[in-house]
């Protein structure tokens, strides 16, 4: 079995993500990432709840004065939502669809887009109306850092699935490509895992004061 | 097994039953992710309302992010399929070393 070898839906295999011992190779290193990546978050996890609220003055705003739940909601909501479409785009994957992969993909990054728009306001609203930054407090640096790391994500995220889309689009659907649409989906799902954390311990938590 | 065949030059592979199968799992994504929505208004509805005290509320929206990153990975990210037992070693060691170090930071820490 050749990754290059042309593909129809009645040879596609049924998991074409772990077909070729590269696939392999890929998802278990993949996931051994995923495993590192969940301890760095932790650790900015752990420094955020650490430093929260830790202001040097009282004129420093604290998290129940910065956040909102109308902004917060909408940025979950985006990137929920993303992650239902990258799984419609797997579906299609596995279904030997590639112009319909190619769709959700596209969706799944404009609505990453959409929320990364999202955090640049939110993050110049904090700066600008109440004086948060990364340098005012240990609960600035915390924050940025956390919540900026993920924005991070996102950023490489978007970059990388455009990327892969562009440099498959004529190539459609095959054994070499259909592993590396799988493992960034991976990455995407995990993008939202970490977002998951970050709305309900910061902005929920930080609500409640 | 029919569905796992991966080669050309076997058309055997049955692709209606494979197609169905597609199908109903994407039909389990569905579920989950509005299993998942409702977790999310649910935890913000929590937060908005003024009757509950924090020791409840905090509490309470924590079990729901935990619930809600289950299904993600079970489902969207698929733990649930077989195959998935060096990622399940994987993540959970990197959970276990992350939950100690958050405790670490939340308990032993002075300031």
């Known amino acids: ?209 | 097994m029919a569905n796992q065949q991966s080669s050309s030059g076997n058309p055997s592979v049955d692709t209606e039953y494979r197609r169905k199968k597609n199908a109903e799992e994407m039909r389990y994504q569905i579920v989950s992710f509005t299993l998942m929505i409702f977790l999310t208004i649910v935890s913000f509805v929590a937060v908005g309302y003024e009757g509950f005290s924090g020791w409840f509320t905090v509490p309470f929206i924590i079990l729901l992010a935990v619930i809600q990153v289950i299904f993600q990975l079970y489902y969207f990210m698929h733990m649930s399929h077989k195959g998935h037992e060096a990622p399940s070693l994987f993540l959970y060691s990197g959970v276990l070393v992350g939950a100690v170090t958050i405790l670490a930071f939340s308990t032993i820490i002075w300031w």
């Not at chain 1, 785009?89 to 596995?94: G, L, V």
């Not at chain 1, 190619?102 to 904090?126: D, K, M, P, R, S």
């Open chain 1, 1 to 209: 079995m050749q990754a290059e070898e042309r593909f129809t839906y009645e040879t596609w295999p049924a998991e074409p993500e772990k077909a070729t011992l590269e696939a392999k190779n890929k998802f278990l290193g993949f996931w051994f990432f995923l495993g590192g990546e969940t301890v760095l978050f932790a650790t900015l996890f752990a420094t955020y709840l650490a430093l929260k609220d830790k202001v040097p003055s009282a004129d420093h705003a604290l998290a129940k004065d910065l956040f909102e739940i109308p902004l917060a909601f909408a940025a979950t909501m985006l990137l929920l939502t993303s992650s239902l479409t990258s799984v419609y785009a797997m579906y299609h994957m596995k279904n030997f669809q590639f112009k319909k992969m190619q769709l959700w993909l596209g969706l799944t990054v404009a609505l990453g887009a959409a929320f990364l728009g999202l955090e640049i306001y939110e993050f110049n609203h904090y700066v600008h109306q109440f004086g948060h930054t990364f340098t005012s407090s240990a609960f600035g640096s915390a924050f940025y850092t956390l919540v900026g790391f993920h924005g991070g994500h996102v950023a490489f995220g978007l970059l990388w699935i455009t990327t892969l889309m562009i440099r498959n689009s004529k190539r459609g659907l095959n054994l070499y490509n259909a592993p590396k649409f799988y493992v960034a989906s991976l990455y995407w799902h995990f993008i939202d895992v970490v977002w998951v954390f970050i709305f309900t311990v910061v902005y929920l938590m930080g609500m409640v004061g």
